[in-house]
DNA sequence: TTGAAAGCGGTACCAT
DNA sequence: ATGGTACCGCTTTCAA
């Protein structure tokens, strides 16, 4: 394997002048440039990043920890965390934790030890106990999707609540007062706010919560077909099905088709988060819509600035609002899409991300809020966003309640 | 930062007494051990890998790489290689290449920089110049789905040509003369071959190719959408679409979708490649299903094989052999999933695949080798897999000519 | 059974 | 502008 001493000999000149070149750092004659350049294009070298990254203690690599590769809507924030990585020379590496602490710590300790330069995790859920080494090594770190309660980190996140609500508001506008809720994993704070919002809208609606309409578990769409048939063969009532996210609903759908009952015209169904290549082939499913594209995006712009040490200041929270997208399984009449935006609110285009990072250029925040003032009502765009708030030396991740208790209190200008 | 010698002074041995421990190689007494643990345990220590793999020239991470994270297929061979690998104490690391050959060159760089213990590439297509430098940096590297001319190593991809024929086969028997391609990038071998199946399947039928209803150009959903609007305003007549993969359909759905054709009424559409997410949310595409998630068990298997020295010989070749899953989009009046498989060929079963691979056990080709024989037509299992052919010390990779030449000769029978 | 010491392949400081 | 030279943290003989 071909080192930096072989290209100097080659090239005539000392291992410093080819460690200069390479690093881009320090003089270098045009001279020796182009007998370096040719001596490393004769023997292939490529610098050892083991050998660079000891001694620099550093490296060009951001892991992503998600929980389930396969999902759309993870694969979907890759694109987002890669496209602003790449443009600033980051390599991204995906680990996937299977939604399985264990994993997770694995992946936690093998990122350490491989020395990246930052992480962004969709946590597996629970404790901060598998994230907490990354605390400790001081490691840069975003949290995207799940808050960790007690883990101090940035975050982007969807408005979980308000876009539960909204989703059962719908289902409640359709007539359905009797609405079953196949939720994930208590442990995730997805889970929990999203409960809260189904909670909250009904409670609005006046209609009494029925618990044992209620059920939850993991994340896996066995499970969520489990339960379902449980809550099928139970012979309680229910007219429609709202899913905590995707795989939920595809769960909750197995089930329903295996009892041969018809959605929407005997269960109504609607889920959180879309499975766009599904919804490309048959619009089928009603989804509350996340931007997980720019969901990345943002993410990876606060992960850099936390790299480069710009951005200093305490626990920063971007809140990010899903949307109403009407198919054919909730049964509305209209079935179309519905862009749901406070009024207050801003779009992020996706020029703006793109311009965004450049050196100089705005951080998150100043885009954010740019966003934010810009009441823009466009076209459809994936990688768009609506920003709900943003927060910046944000408290730490609170309990639900207290969430849903502000996110109540927050007016909105969509209904 | 913690490092292996403050483990040693705070334990009270010295660091090569440390280093055996962590490393598990070497006599540490009971004492030290326990010492040595309580040490490790105290100031959260981790291993650098990267001082590590100076050193040894080792790491535990493979990389995978792939043209388009988002699509399913890719998705799925990637829990196939994680899957396998995490129980030989390997972590995988993906990279995005975006099917551009600069990405993909990129990643080979970073991987060989990072000392990667091995590679699995589903290449970009065109010449194996991004892959060169794995050959000569002898980095194990085993190919998957994409066969590259010229770039002599492990494979285990599918039976396109006689999947397509296959596929072609059903449109045929459905009464469609005038069907059109949608291909990919010709730059790909998988695009050549399946359009020769689709030549074959034509040719034995006794129908005349119209040229005209052939397109070609990247593996872009926009791309295919394009041409098939394209095609759709030239005039000329076609009654269905045969799309040769998953994201050519949905570029052909849409500009169908755009110009008001039903599916499959007035056109119908088959393609390569299931979307199992979107099957699940409504049964609709007609596809010719590959077993992705064997594939990348596979590959991982042979992967290790090389990496451990236990397999020196020539080039290897495993294809897989894809199944027909009949669903509304091509008009077929028994819309039932059907097995194809041809007389003498074995199923996979995952069983098999799990024993597989420990210490001792069978390599790839015998797990192959033993399915081959055992002609077991079983209930459909994900992780199930046809083998078309097993080719030891295999010929390089050779024109598509040539390999439709050897299909159309090798009798298969399932017609 | 343990410890001393020599690197692995770069980087970066300090002279020249 | 370039070269000499200590490391970075761990592994691995070799001696004790």
């Not at 489990?226 to 609903?249: D, H, Y």
Request: glycine share 8%.
């Amino acid at each position: 394997m071909a080192t930096i001493h072989d290209v100097a000999t080659r090239a005539g000149v000392s291992r410093s002048t080819v460690s200069r070149f390479i690093s881009g750092r320090g003089y270098v004659s045009p001279d020796a440039r182009a007998r370096i350049t040719a001596a490393i294009e004769e023997i292939g070298f490529v610098p050892n990043a083991m050998a660079r990254g000891l001694k620099t203690r550093r490296s060009s690599l951001i892991a992503l920890l998600v929980p389930e590769i396969v999902n759309s809507f993870y694969t979907t924030i890759l694109r987002g965390v890669e496209d602003v990585a790449n443009r600033h020379g980051f390599q991204v590496i995906v680990g996937n934790t299977d939604e399985t602490g264990a994993k997770e710590r694995a992946y936690v300790e093998l990122m350490i030890a491989s020395q990246v330069a930052g992480v962004i995790v969709a946590a597996v859920g629970g404790t901060a106990a598998s994230l907490e080494p990354l605390l400790q090594k001081r490691v840069p770190t975003v949290l995207i999707d799940r808050a960790i309660d007690g883990f101090e980190a940035d975050i982007v996140k969807g408005d979980n609540v308000d876009g539960m609500a909204e989703l059962a508001r719908h289902l409640l506008s359709l007539g359905h007062r009797q609405i079953a809720l196949v939720n994930g994993d208590l442990a995730t704070a997805v889970a929990r706010e999203r409960e809260a919002g189904y909670r909250r809208a009904l409670a609005e609606a006046e209609v009494a919560v029925d618990d044992a309409l209620i059920s939850s578990g993991d994340w896996f769409i066995d499970d969520a077909e489990r339960r379902t048939s449980a809550l099928l063969a139970s012979g309680r009532p229910f007219t429609a099905i709202l899913a905590a996210n995707n795989f939920m609903a595809i769960g909750a759908l197995r089930a329903l088709r295996q009892r041969g009952l018809r959605v929407p015209e005997e269960i109504a169904l609607a889920c959180f988060d879309d499975i766009e290549q599904a919804a490309e082939i048959e619009p089928f499913l009603t989804v509350m819509a996340q931007p997980a594209y720019t969901m990345g995006t943002l993410a990876m712009q606060m992960l850099l600035e936390r790299m480069g040490g710009h951005e200093r200041g305490g626990r920063r929270e971007i809140v990010l609002a899903s949307h109403l997208v009407i198919r054919r399984s909730s049964g509305a009449r209209d079935a179309r899409p519905v862009q749901s935006g406070a009024v207050g609110n801003g779009r992020i285009a996706a020029a703006e991300l793109v311009a965004n990072g450049d050196d100089g250029s705005p951080s998150a925040e100043d885009v954010a809020v740019v966003a934010l003032a810009s009441v823009e009502r466009g076209k459809e765009v994936s990688a768009f966003g609506t920003v709900t708030s943003i927060a910046k030396d944000a408290a730490p991740n609170r309990s639900v309640e207290g969430a849903a208790r502000d996110a109540a209190a927050t007016p909105r200008g969509d209904e």
